[in-house]
């Protein structure tokens, strides 16, 4: 029995939504606004055009579309000096131990993420050879709520989409999975992710047993 695990990348392996969130502040705060942390739950799970499409929209600002294309590349470069910092220590807890649960149990794993940023990162924190399928922001044209990263992972690890099952930590990410007609499994708060099949505050609370169910079922 041959089930695909799909995992998102930001919020569900690691945080690197607080990086993510300074640079963004960064920007703003360079355009005269602030960010708040609240509204910074909004950016989870979207693409960087997208999100600085978003954080205008909260500043009443609009940009020339060289201002737009500078100010994101300057947002990446800003993010990339975090990421350079991270290593092992930054993997959330119990993410290596359903890793290697489920290699011992030969099933598909994949990352499902929006970032562009999602190889180089999983380098940093030393998991890249943990993923037989990579699908990310290079690689799709539709960000989530959009299907296409989890249908694209399910592709690469030649599993079909009613057979996967995906991990996310944001709403847009979980309305992917269940679109993408896969098990939505929503690491979070049942407040902000109550659309999702099952949820898990994080992986400590996720037992071997759940994962035979979901390997069997
Ligand atoms: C992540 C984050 C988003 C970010 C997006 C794009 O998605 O949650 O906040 O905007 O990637 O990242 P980048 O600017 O690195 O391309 P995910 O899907 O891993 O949660
Ligand atoms: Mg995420």
Not at 148 to 172: G, Y
Request: glycine content about 6%.
């Amino acid at each position: 029995n041959t089930k695909g695990f799909i995992f998102d990348l930001d919020g569900v392996i690691v945080d690197t939504a607080k990086y993510h969130y300074l640079s963004w502040k960064q920007l703003a705060n360079e355009l005269g606004f602030d960010i708040t942390l609240t509204q910074n739950e909004q950016l989870k799970g979207v693409s960087r055009v997208r999100s600085l499409e978003i954080i205008l929209g909260w500043g009443n600002k609009t940009l020339s579309e060289e201002a737009f294309e500078k100010y994101m590349a300057e947002k990446n470069e800003n993010y990339l000096s975090h990421i350079a910092q991270m290593d092992e220590g930054e993997i959330l807890p119990d993410v290596p131990k359903i890793l290697n649960y489920l290699q011992e149990k030969q099933q598909g794993i994949a990352l499902g993420s929006a970032s562009k940023n999602a190889r180089t990162i999983l380098q940093k924190v030393n998991l890249f050879e943990n993923f037989q399928a990579i699908a990310d922001g290079n690689n799709v044209s539709k960000a989530k709520p959009d299907p296409e990263v989890f249908l694209l992972a399910a592709k690469q690890l030649n599993i079909k989409p009613s057979d996967c099952i995906v991990f996310e930590d944001a709403v847009a990410g979980v309305t992917a999975a269940n679109a993408a007609g896969m098990i939505s499994i929503g690491i979070g708060s049942k407040e902000t992710l109550g659309h999702a099949d099952y949820i898990f505050n994080d992986f400590t609370e996720i037992q071997t047993s759940f994962i035979d169910e979901l390997i069997n079922r």
